[in-house]
């Protein structure tokens, strides 16, 4: 008796159809399936990244402007943690973040260049003073124009980057350095600061506040944290060549 096929026929048919759109379906999942979601950033964006939360660890912490003379240990010396001027903010991040001690670097280097460095003469010294040198504006400004990046001046906001240093001055007697923060301010036009103007550590819209007169970036790889000085500077130099 001949076999009835027509069952068989339409099992067939229906599997070619279900494995038809099964490819189909599979493919269309493909086409469209996002793109991952992986950023690579860059070893510079991660140092940025460090020395801005160092930075701002202190906020809460700093909460005196004092800038009194005072006797502190060296290498690795500092003022107690609650007071603080707005160049400890920047000695203290980079501590926290590198290892990187400016104290240690800015008296190396001026005992090797002392003339290189100002001297004003209310200061009245005759050799580096460890206990002092790093917390002043000028001595901080001269260390990075010497061995940090130059960027330039501008009065562009979207030119200073996060994680950059930049000192300010009314050309009399204010000085002052301070971190760019990767945080906008509420216009979204520029960056905040991470600094101690006047009331300990704290974030806020500052950049133009007063004239900026230096803008630095200096975020030495971990290789650069225990280096003298003079070898610090001919690394750095032939690392950005």
């Not at 099992?11 to 279900?18: G, I």
């Not at 001269?142 to 030119?159: H, K």
């Not at 960056?191 to 819209?205: A, F, I, K, M, P």
Request: overall charge positive.
């Amino acid at each position: 008796m001949a076999r009835d096929r027509t069952g068989d026929n339409r099992f067939h048919s229906t599997r070619r159809v279900f494995l038809t759109g099964l490819l189909a379906s599979a493919a269309a999942g493909c086409a469209s399936a996002p793109k991952s979601s992986v950023q690579w950033i860059d070893p510079e964006t991660v140092r940025a990244r460090r020395l801005i939360r160092a930075a701002e660890a202190q906020v809460g912490v700093t909460t005196t402007y004092d800038g009194a003379y005072r006797k502190i240990g060296f290498p690795g010396g500092d003022v107690p943690e609650n007071i603080g001027v707005c160049t400890d903010v920047i000695v203290r991040a980079y501590r926290q973040a590198f290892g990187l001690d400016l104290q240690r670097l800015i008296h190396e280097d001026m005992v090797a260049h002392f003339e290189a460095y100002p001297n004003l003469p209310k200061w009245g010294l005759s050799a580096p003073d460890p206990n002092i040198d790093h917390r002043r504006v000028l001595n901080m400004r001269t260390f990075f124009q010497r061995y940090a990046q130059r960027l330039p001046i501008s009065s562009r906001p979207m030119v200073y980057r996060p994680g950059d240093i930049i000192t300010q001055s009314d050309g009399k007697t204010f000085n002052h350095v301070a971190i760019v923060t990767d945080k906008l301010c509420w216009s979204g036009k520029r960056y905040e600061l991470v600094h101690n103007v006047s009331r300990g550590t704290q974030v806020n819209d500052m950049l133009f506040a007063y004239p900026i007169n230096g803008h630095f970036r200096f975020l030495p790889p971990p290789e650069a944290a225990d280096m003298p000085v003079a070898a610090l500077k001919s690394y750095l130099s032939r690392a950005r060549v």
